[in-house]
Every structure is written in C-alpha cells, then in structure tokens.
C-alpha cells in the first residue's frame, strides 16, 4: 500500500516532469507491468488539464498602473488612510464649527439678510425729495388736510395721498386720483364763520403755514419711483386739527360753539398744546417705503434745511435763467401697476397691506399712530373725537358758504334767449361738487320720466314755442304730451317757488356780507413755501 | 493538449527569460542609484504575473487587484533592499503569495465569526445539471482545498512554474512540493469523483 502510494506520488511528478533520470526509469518501467498505473496515469493527465484548463486568466486591468502609482505617490499606507478621511474629517470641523459659530453669534443669518435689506434700502432711498413741494402747499390743502385728510401731491391737483382708518381701524394711506377738484375755500370759510379780526387771521395763518414744513418732509418721492411717508404724518394731521380747533375755540369761542356742539368741544387747552408742541418735535426716522418692487419700513433722515437751502439755488438760477420753465414744470406722479399682492408679500403682510389699481396705490399699515416702536408716547389726553367734530365743522362751513360774497348774484334764473333753457346756478351747503352745473328744465323732465326718449325733441320743440308766446306760463296741448304733464307742472311750481325763495333770501344776505370782505382779501394772500 | 501548450510557451519563454533577468537586475541598478521611473518598467513587465498569481491562488477576481496593488507598493518600498541573492521574480512571487497568505488569513478569520452565513455562500457540489460549466465546477472544486495544498497545484498546473520555483516562492522544500500537489491531486479526484464521468467525456 505504501509502496502503491509512493508510485502514485512518483507518476504524479512523472506527469509534471519534475523526476530524475533514475525515478523516471524507474516508473516508466513500472507503468509498463501495471495496468492500474496506466489508468491511473491517463487519470492524473486528464485531471492535470482540467486543473489548467479550469481557470482562465484573469482580465486585463487597463488602469492599474495609473491606480499603483497614485497610491505610491501618497507615499505610505498611514497617509493614504488619513487622506482617505480628509473629506470627512474637513466636513465635520466645519460643521462644527459653524454649529459653534451660530450658537454664539445666532444673530449671523439674521445680520447678513438685514444686510442685503439695507443695501436694497439704500438703494430706493437714494435722492429722495419732498412730494409736497412740488404741490406747492397753500394753507387751504393743510386745512384741508387736517379736515379732509386729504393732501394734493402735485400742482394740479390730479393725484391726493389719503389717509385713513378702515372699518377695523386700521390705518392706511391711498395715492390716488382726486375724485374731485375742492376748489371751495374751506379755510377763508372757516376764518369767516368764526369772525376774526385781522391779527388773528395772521395768527392762523402762521399756525398753519408753521405745519408746512413739517408736512413737506414726510412724504418724499425720488426718481426711483419710491414714495417715503413718514407715519408721523397721522400724528401730524390730528395736530394740526387739535391746534385749529384749539385756537378757533380760544379767540372765537362763541362762533365756534355754533358750529361744534359744547359737549364734545376740545379738552383743556393747555394739554393740547403740549400735544401739539410734541408732536412737531417728534422725529419719526422710520419712514414707509412704497417702492416698486416691495413695501418696508426703513429709518431715514431728511435733511430739510439743506434742501430748501438747494431748492433756494435752483429756483434762483431758474429764474434767472429762464422763468416759464418753474411755471411749467409739474411733478408727475408715477404708480407702478406691476405691484402685486404675491406669496412674497406674506412677510410684511402683518404690517402692510396693499392693494393696487390703475390710479391708485392703496397701503394699510398697522399700529401706525399707536404702537411705533421708538416712537415716544403722546401724553395720555383724553381728547375728543376729531374727526367728528371735523365732520360737523366741516357741514357748517359748507352752509357759510351759501352767503359767501363771491357769488353775490346766486341763485339767479336766467333764460337764454333762443334756447329756452334755464341754467340755475345754485350754491347750497349739500351741492358743494356742482356749484357752478347747470340744471336745465330738460334734464329735470327726464329725471321724472314725463317724457319718453323717443319724443323728446318734438316735445321739446312745442314746448318752446308754447312757453315763447305765453312767457313763463307752461302749457301743453299736444297729443305728444303724456298723461304725467300734470305732475310736471306742479313741479314746475314748486321749484319756481323755491327760486323766488332764493332770490330774497340772496337778495337779504347780500348786504350782510359785504362786511366781510375785508377780511377775504387777508385770507387771499397767496402762501410761499 | 493545454499541457503541451504550456509545455511549449516555457521552452518560449526561456530564451528571453535570461535577458529578462538581467534587464530586471540593471533596472533594479538602476532604481537603487535613485531613477525612480524604471520601476513603471517594472510594473509593466511583471503585473500580469502577479495578477494572474493572486487570481487563480484566491480563485476569486475581487480583490485580484487590491492585492496586487499591495504586492507593488511592497516591492517599490523594498526595492532599494534587495540584495541580487535570487531572481527578482522569485522574490516578487514570494512577496505575493505572502499577500495571498495574508488575505487567506484575514478571510479565514472572518469566517470563524461569520461561519453560519458563509456556510451557505461556500460552493455546493450536490447537484449537478446539464447546463452546469464544467470549467465552474472544477475551479469550485480546487477552491474547496486547503491552501497549503491548493497554492502548489495551481502554480504548478495554471501558472507552469516549476517545483523548484513553487518551493522557493512558498519559502519551503521542493520534496515537499512533489508531496503537496500529490495529494491536492488526490484530494482533487475525490471531490470529483461524483462527476467522474461527465469529466471523461
């Protein structure tokens, strides 16, 4: 067995050529007598090329030396490991220390946005100029202003900033078309109803025209299409009026109480004047930037005195140099449509609210006159409802207005020679917007529905003729007239009635007024900026 | 027919050995005396060897290259110690196979905390179908050996190294070469012994 084996061993190297001279003669001579050995060689030849026939070699790998010598390059193992977690290790120290860095600095992100805000904040605020000297503000708009809350912001007139309070008391200011042109001397009204002697219409005067300034620098505009209100303005409004009222209830007391029920006259005179004196010296920085493109709240500082001091150079050489051109130049106050109420705007939604049309820009803003932060609080003054009391001053100088010397021939029925119309000028406290409209007998006739469209021409030609040869007497016979020509003629009593009651009533007031003329031509004087 | 093949491609390879031994010892010179880039040259000539080595000793092509890689760098930091006393292949064979060792080791002590699920990752010879490589199962069946055993006989039968070349790559004697591929050839037989027939054909 062990001698099979060591053969076995022998044929095994024999196959492998590995025997020397003297074994493999040895085993040659061997396999020769011995059957099993012959298979057995013939075994181990066929296992021998299935062995190297069994493992193919192995793919080329075009990338190996590149691979080699990259690792060589990295010198040794050791380095080639810590290179392996430089990338990690780098994150994570950054991390980390970013992590560090805003646990003690939490402020970073929040300094960095600020940042960017200011620098869009500059760049909006840049050369802003104020809106209300282009308007040209007489002491009627700030008496207006106070009254109506409403100020022109160009010269003629064509766009107002409103200010106001929505039902949920909510301040908001719109930049809009005036809807329409107040032409009426509400001032020289006012200053006629209390009766004033001519020092203190210059009082009143220098109180007022004292606010212009003020109102000057809170609403500021430049090139950039960005509009600047200082929120101090509805402060500014209610101190105007305060001081108005106070000093109309001071040197006029008896006038004003006609106009303003005693029981919601203003508070002690004393507190008012602080209040007011307060409100001039309040700076407000934190100025409303209406821009084109986002609407935030911004401190700013409008160097007023170096303004007019350069308005004083410019309008100098412009008049020197040549003149029409200041009487020409008029400010154009651009909106934006393109502002929208998008997702963006959810930021500032809490503070602001905005609505846009084509004419109007309309900007709630909220805690405005309440709650400014920085901003100092008023004295705690329980005053009364200014707006109210404006309100009925405002009625009643619109009733004065009715015996108002300027139109000392109101109301007067003319009839126009070939036309037959009668034009009624009429002037009362409630018809303030059509002072001066015709209202012609056609227009009131169609008004009742007495005569059908389609006839109207013919009726109207009849009843020309009609009334041409019986004088004011109005009379149809026509079959063209339908049934409601009664009804027509009653009213055409009664109004001629009333404007025979009129022209008494014209006629008595006419002579009062003459009194007061003195006083208009104080009142007239046009006020420079 | 692979026998001869092989027979032939050493009695090839001979003539040019000889030049290829003196190349490797002057390049060896020559990267001793401090010219780095002759040993690209010896990358270029010797990592298909080395390679080939280390693929059909693992029977296993995954880490072929990672071991490969190993082997060079080896060889690169070493280089300016070798001492001329054996052929560079010889040297660079043993520092291979001694890779090889090494990742067999790490393998094998892996398995031992591993060993329920590689069980089952281990090769399986029970059943045998038609469509079966047979090429598959015979190098299965060599990758059941044991190392000692395995590394000599596929020297010897893949790589046509002669005893006296495995012995002194795998740093032993060469009677116990002629002993170890007997007896991977006996264990060999056995395990195929179910195919035998298919094997013949």
């Given at each position: 067995m062990k001698k099979n084996n060591y053969d076995k061993l022998l044929l095994s190297a024999y196959i492998d050529g590995e025997l020397s001279q003297a074994e493999k003669k040895y085993i040659e001579e061997k396999?020769?007598?011995?059957?099993?050995?012959?298979?057995?060689?013939?075994?181990?030849?066929?296992?021998?090329?299935?062995?190297?026939?069994?493992?193919?070699?192995?793919?080329?790998?075009?990338?190996?030396?590149?691979?080699?010598?990259?690792?060589?390059?990295?010198?040794?193992?050791?380095?080639?490991?810590?290179?392996?977690?430089?990338?990690?290790?780098?994150?994570?120290?950054?991390?980390?220390?970013?992590?560090?860095?805003l646990k003690f600095n939490p402020n970073l992100i929040d300094e960095v946005i600020e940042e960017q805000k200011t620098n869009i904040a500059g760049f909006y605020k840049e050369n802003l100029q104020p809106l209300l000297y282009a308007a040209n503000l007489t002491n009627e708009d700030i008496f207006n202003f106070a009254f109506n809350q409403e100020l022109p912001l160009d010269s003629t007139n064509q766009q107002v900033l409103k200010l106001g309070y929505n039902e949920k008391g909510i301040e908001y200011f719109e930049i809009k078309k005036a809807m329409s042109v107040s032409e009426?001397?509400?001032?020289?009204?006012?200053?006629?109803?209390?009766?004033?002697?001519?020092?203190?219409?210059?009082?009143?005067?220098?109180?007022?025209?004292?606010?212009?300034?003020?109102?000057?620098?809170?609403?500021?505009?430049?090139?950039?299409?960005?509009?600047?209100?200082?929120?101090?303005?509805?402060?500014?409004?209610?101190?105007?009026?305060?001081?108005?009222?106070?000093?109309?209830?001071?040197?006029?007391?008896?006038?004003?109480?006609?106009?303003?029920?005693?029981?919601?006259?203003?508070?002690?005179?004393?507190?008012?004047?602080?209040?007011?004196?307060?409100?001039?010296?309040?700076?407000?920085?934190?100025?409303?930037?209406?821009?084109p493109d986002s609407i935030f709240r911004e401190a700013f500082e409008f160097d007023y005195v170096a303004f007019n001091k350069e308005m004083e150079n410019v309008s100098r050489e412009l008049a020197e140099a040549n003149k029409h051109l200041k009487k020409n130049a008029e400010f154009r106050f651009k909106i934006d449509t393109d502002i929208t109420n998008d997702d963006n705007a959810k930021q500032w939604q809490k503070q602001f609210e905005v609505s846009v049309d084509t004419n109007l820009v309309k900007v709630f803003v909220q805690g405005i006159d309440k709650d400014i932060p920085d901003f100092p609080e008023f004295p705690e003054i329980d005053f009364p409802d200014f707006d109210s009391i404006a309100i009925i001053i405002r009625e009643h100088t619109n009733n004065i207005s009715t015996v108002s010397p300027r139109v000392p021939n109101v109301p007067d029925v003319k009839r126009r020679d070939n036309k037959k119309k009668f034009d009624v000028d009429v002037k009362t406290g409630n018809q303030k917007k059509r002072?001066?409209?015709?209202?012609?007998?056609?227009?009131?006739?169609?008004?009742?529905?007495?005569?059908?469209?389609?006839?109207?021409?013919?009726?109207?030609?009849?009843?020309?003729?009609?009334?041409?040869?019986d004088g004011t007497d109005l009379y149809y016979d026509n079959g063209l007239i339908l049934e409601h020509n009664k009804e027509l003629k009653k009213e055409m009593d009664e109004l001629r009635k009333e404007l025979k009651k009129f022209r008494e009533d014209m006629n008595k007031t006419q002579t009062d007024s003459s009194k007061n003329r003195n006083i208009k031509k104080v009142i007239l004087k046009p006020i420079e900026i | 027919?692979?026998?001869?093949?092989?027979?032939?491609?050493?009695?090839?390879?001979?003539?040019?050995?000889?030049?290829?031994?003196?190349?490797?010892?002057?390049?060896?010179?020559?990267?001793?005396?401090?010219?780095?880039?002759?040993?690209?040259?010896?990358?270029?000539?010797?990592?298909?060897?080395?390679?080939?080595?280390?693929?059909?000793?693992?029977?296993?092509?995954?880490?072929?290259?990672?071991?490969?890689?190993e082997v060079f760098i080896t060889v690169y930091k070493n280089l300016k110690k070798f001492r001329f006393e054996s052929q560079f292949t010889t040297w660079i064979y043993r520092i291979t196979i001694n890779k090889c060792k090494d990742h067999l080791r790490k393998k094998n002590v892996r398995r031992i905390f591993l060993s329920l699920k590689d069980e089952e990752a281990e090769p399986v010879f029970e059943s045998i179908n038609e469509d079966t490589d047979i090429k598959e199962i015979v190098r299965n069946a060599i990758s059941t050996l044991p190392d000692k055993l395995r590394m000599p006989l596929v020297l010897k039968d893949i790589e046509g190294f002669s005893y006296q070349e495995i012995a002194e790559t795998m740093e032993c004697e060469i009677g116990t070469v002629k002993s170890r591929i007997f007896r991977a050839r006996e264990a060999l037989k056995k395990v195929l012994k179910p195919i035998e027939k298919e094997l013949m054909l």
């Amino acid at each position: 067995m062990k001698k099979n084996n060591y053969d076995k061993l022998l044929l095994s190297a024999y196959i492998d050529g590995e025997l020397s001279q003297a074994e493999k003669k040895y085993i040659e001579e061997k396999i020769k007598s011995s059957l099993e050995l012959q298979k057995e060689l013939a075994d181990l030849k066929k296992l021998k090329d299935i062995t190297s026939s069994s493992i193919d070699r192995i793919s080329d790998s075009p990338f190996f030396e590149t691979r080699l010598f990259a690792n060589l390059n990295s010198n040794s193992n050791e380095k080639r490991n810590f290179r392996k977690w430089i990338p990690a290790v780098s994150f994570s120290v950054i991390t980390i220390a970013l992590m560090l860095f805003l646990k003690f600095n939490p402020n970073l992100i929040d300094e960095v946005i600020e940042e960017q805000k200011t620098n869009i904040a500059g760049f909006y605020k840049e050369n802003l100029q104020p809106l209300l000297y282009a308007a040209n503000l007489t002491n009627e708009d700030i008496f207006n202003f106070a009254f109506n809350q409403e100020l022109p912001l160009d010269s003629t007139n064509q766009q107002v900033l409103k200010l106001g309070y929505n039902e949920k008391g909510i301040e908001y200011f719109e930049i809009k078309k005036a809807m329409s042109v107040s032409e009426e001397d509400n001032f020289e009204k006012f200053v006629a109803a209390l009766d004033l002697n001519d020092k203190e219409v210059e009082m009143i005067d220098s109180i007022i025209g004292s606010y212009s300034e003020q109102l000057s620098g809170m609403v500021l505009v430049n090139d950039k299409n960005s509009v600047a209100i200082s929120p101090n303005i509805w402060n500014t409004r209610k101190a105007i009026l305060a001081d108005i009222l106070s000093f109309a209830k001071k040197h006029a007391a008896s006038d004003y109480y006609k106009m303003v029920p005693e029981a919601i006259a203003i508070a002690d005179d004393k507190s008012v004047l602080a209040w007011v004196s307060e409100s001039k010296s309040v700076k407000d920085d934190k100025y409303i930037f209406c821009t084109p493109d986002s609407i935030f709240r911004e401190a700013f500082e409008f160097d007023y005195v170096a303004f007019n001091k350069e308005m004083e150079n410019v309008s100098r050489e412009l008049a020197e140099a040549n003149k029409h051109l200041k009487k020409n130049a008029e400010f154009r106050f651009k909106i934006d449509t393109d502002i929208t109420n998008d997702d963006n705007a959810k930021q500032w939604q809490k503070q602001f609210e905005v609505s846009v049309d084509t004419n109007l820009v309309k900007v709630f803003v909220q805690g405005i006159d309440k709650d400014i932060p920085d901003f100092p609080e008023f004295p705690e003054i329980d005053f009364p409802d200014f707006d109210s009391i404006a309100i009925i001053i405002r009625e009643h100088t619109n009733n004065i207005s009715t015996v108002s010397p300027r139109v000392p021939n109101v109301p007067d029925v003319k009839r126009r020679d070939n036309k037959k119309k009668f034009d009624v000028d009429v002037k009362t406290g409630n018809q303030k917007k059509r002072r001066n409209a015709g209202i012609n007998l056609d227009s009131l006739m169609r008004q009742n529905n007495l005569i059908a469209d389609s006839i109207h021409s013919e009726q109207m030609k009849m009843y020309e003729k009609k009334s041409k040869s019986d004088g004011t007497d109005l009379y149809y016979d026509n079959g063209l007239i339908l049934e409601h020509n009664k009804e027509l003629k009653k009213e055409m009593d009664e109004l001629r009635k009333e404007l025979k009651k009129f022209r008494e009533d014209m006629n008595k007031t006419q002579t009062d007024s003459s009194k007061n003329r003195n006083i208009k031509k104080v009142i007239l004087k046009p006020i420079e900026i | 027919m692979d026998y001869k093949l092989n027979e032939n491609n050493e009695e090839d390879m001979q003539q040019p050995q000889i030049l290829s031994l003196d190349d490797d010892f002057s390049l060896i010179k020559r990267f001793i005396d401090g010219d780095e880039s002759v040993f690209s040259e010896l990358v270029k000539r010797h990592k298909d060897k080395v390679r080939n080595i280390i693929y059909i000793t693992l029977t296993n092509s995954n880490s072929a290259d990672d071991i490969a890689q190993e082997v060079f760098i080896t060889v690169y930091k070493n280089l300016k110690k070798f001492r001329f006393e054996s052929q560079f292949t010889t040297w660079i064979y043993r520092i291979t196979i001694n890779k090889c060792k090494d990742h067999l080791r790490k393998k094998n002590v892996r398995r031992i905390f591993l060993s329920l699920k590689d069980e089952e990752a281990e090769p399986v010879f029970e059943s045998i179908n038609e469509d079966t490589d047979i090429k598959e199962i015979v190098r299965n069946a060599i990758s059941t050996l044991p190392d000692k055993l395995r590394m000599p006989l596929v020297l010897k039968d893949i790589e046509g190294f002669s005893y006296q070349e495995i012995a002194e790559t795998m740093e032993c004697e060469i009677g116990t070469v002629k002993s170890r591929i007997f007896r991977a050839r006996e264990a060999l037989k056995k395990v195929l012994k179910p195919i035998e027939k298919e094997l013949m054909l």
